[in-house]
């Protein structure tokens, strides 16, 4: 029986260390692409947020977001294969990113200040996200597709709201009446929303601000 030459042992440690080669430079290109689509999507999920917000439904189609973000419309419905898809999943990325921007804001919860915390969520209602939603949920109130994905949408949403502002306001939700009470200044602060949309409500919210921060203070000790 021939044993092991030299040379064989040579060879089986070049083709390791081709194989190895191989192996990294394959790690290497995948770890890019899972990137790129990860920010694709983020782009993706961007434009449709600004496009909504923009032009509301009738006029926020996928070839529109598509151009906005600058890729194919092949590539939008790499992503998401239906229109009702992209949209519902731009409003909730955009809230969840929100949401975990206000945590960030109070990491020790309302840590006294009551008052930036009120500010801070009825920022929530306003801007360029809000927009968007409101125009999803008038789409909504006409689409038999979409209705049934904004609702668990607007619902989840909603909970993951409140679970917030409970927390960061210090609210304990075993008083009588503390859990209708915050959630009753969301409301409000909803309707805030909804009045900045035509014209800049700036001053009054500001006074609206503090009122509901003193009446807060009252309710929930």
Same mark, same amino acid.
């Given at each position: ?13 070049? @083709?390791?260390?081709?194989? $190895?080669?191989? $192996? ?7 770890? !890019?692409?899972?990137? @790129? ?41 790499? +992503?998401?294969? =239906? ?16 949401? =975990? ?5 109070? !990491? ?5 200040? @009551?008052?930036?915390?009120?500010? &801070? ?26 209705? !049934? ?5 607007? &619902? ?5 709201? +409140?679970?917030? &502002? ?5 609210? *304990?939700?075993?008083? !009588? ?12 602060? @909803? ?8 014209? $800049? *409500? =700036? ?9 509901? =921060? ?8």
């Amino acid at each position: 029986m021939g044993g092991v030459t030299t040379q064989d042992r040579t060879e089986g440690t070049d @083709r390791a260390d081709r194989a $190895d080669r191989t $192996d990294r430079a394959g790690r290497a290109e995948r770890v !890019p692409k899972q990137d @790129r689509s990860r920010v694709t999507r983020q782009r993706l999920l961007q434009s449709a947020v600004e496009c909504l917000a923009e032009h509301g439904w009738a006029g926020s189609t996928v070839s529109v977001v598509a151009e906005r973000a600058g890729v194919s419309r092949g590539a939008v419905q790499h +992503h998401f294969p =239906t229109r009702e898809d992209l949209f519902t999943a731009a409003v909730e990325y955009v809230a969840e990113e929100r949401s =975990t921007a206000l945590r960030a804001l109070f !990491p020790q919860g309302a840590a006294g200040d @009551r008052h930036a915390v009120v500010a &801070a969520l009825v920022d929530l209602y306003t801007g360029p996200l809000f927009r968007a939603a409101l125009h999803l949920w008038v789409a909504a109130s006409n689409e038999d597709q979409l209705r !049934p994905r904004v609702t668990e949408l607007e &619902a989840r949403v909603g909970r993951e709201t +409140h679970r917030i &502002a409970v927390e960061l306001l210090g609210a *304990d939700e075993s008083r !009588p009446g503390a859990r209708e009470t915050v959630q009753g200044f969301l409301d409000m602060a @909803r309707g805030l929303g909804l009045a900045n949309l035509l014209t $800049d *409500d =700036t001053a009054r919210r500001e006074r609206v601000v503090t009122q509901w =921060t003193a009446l807060l203070e009252q309710a929930l000790g």
